[in-house]
């Protein structure tokens, strides 16, 4: 009775993590053409403000998966290990390749930032060429190309457990 409960949250986290994570997607979109300082900020904020849900769900996921990967007796099938081992490598791709885009966008724009895995307080904005040069290295195709094809992927693996 416990496994149709923890699956349906596994569904509910994946699906409230790309909620979340949407809003960080149609961001990441938008700033490839906004340059007014004060959009720019609102942009990132909203984007930042989604990170709480998004790795919330994530969370769920992950635990719920792992739970259930016990319940289905599946941890000895070659299926289960793919998944969870792409899903890791997305996050930490996605990771890295937007937060050095987009924390370098906070700072420059006088948000507060992470540095080093820690928070840091707002810097003086930079100069408008700087900023606009930091929001051209944005690759907001490459960040959806690594984040969808993950997904296509993982859930193959999940619905067909080809091995």
């Known amino acids: 009775m416990l496994y149709p409960w923890l699956n349906y949250l596994h569904v ?19 700033l490839r053409r906004e340059r007014n300082l004060e959009r720019v900020r609102a942009l990132l904020s909203l ?3 989604s990170y709480s849900l998004m790795y919330l769900s994530l ?4 635990l719920t998966g792992i739970i ?7 941890w000895g099938q070659g299926w289960i290990w793919l998944a969870l081992v792409l899903l890791i490598a997305v ?27 820690k928070p840091r307080p707002p810097l003086e904005t930079a100069s408008q060429e700087q900023i606009n040069a930091v929001l051209e290295k944005g690759q907001p195709h490459l960040l959806t190309a690594i984040g969808v ?15």
């Open 91 to 117: 996050v930490v791709a996605m990771s890295v390749i937007g937060s050095r885009t987009y924390g370098a966008a906070r700072k420059a724009t006088g948000l507060p930032y992470f540095e080093g895995g």
């Open 47 to 49: 984007s930042g403000g």
């Open 12 to 30: 509910l986290g994946v699906f409230s993590f790309l909620m979340a994570h949407g809003v960080s997607a149609g961001v990441a979109f938008a």
């Open 59 to 62: 969370l769920v996921l992950l």
């Open 68 to 74: 259930t990967g016990f319940l289905g007796k599946w």
């Open 149 to 163: 094809g993950g997904i296509i992927v993982i859930a193959w693996l999940m619905m067909f457990k080809p091995f």
